[in-house]
Nanobody, 119 residues
Framework: QVQLVESGGGLVQAGGSLRLSCAASGSTVSINVMGWYSQAPGKQREFVAFITRGGNTNYHDSVKGRFTISSDNAKNMVYLQMNSLKPEDTAVYYC?????????????WGQGTQVTVSS
């Protein structure tokens, strides 16, 4: 089992920045990829960014050039630096980690942290 705890959300004006952090604990050696998802009110949870254990990254088109995902494998941490925030970025942001084995993919989720961007 893997436990994920997010921090760093809050209220910011449009154009501002926030840095989200996610701390992983438990069976972290099994994790292949960590990432972030967002869920706005009334909408489905959607992918924001991920980073592999080897450092490869991928981003949703809407955040490319504004958000940066990074990790510290030694500390089992993943971060999301969010710059040039827009009101449409307002959502609950969830940390995700998954492992892949012969048994299949197993996903783990944090409890979420609220990001609110005012116009």
């Amino acid at each position: 089992q893997v436990q994920l705890v997010e921090s760093g959300g809050g209220l910011v004006q449009a154009g501002g920045s926030l840095r989200l952090s996610c701390a992983a604990s438990g069976s972290t050696v099994s994790i292949n990829v960590m990432g972030w998802y967002s869920q706005a009110p009334g909408k489905q949870r959607e992918f924001v960014a991920f980073i592999t254990r080897g450092g490869n990254t991928n981003y949703h088109d809407s955040v490319k050039g504004r958000f940066t995902i990074s990790s510290d494998n030694a500390k089992n941490m993943v971060y999301l630096q969010m710059n040039s925030l827009k009101p449409e970025d307002t959502a609950v942001y969830y940390c995700n980690a998954f492992s892949v084995s012969a048994l299949g993919r197993v996903d783990y989720w944090g409890q979420g942290t609220q990001v609110t961007v005012s116009s």
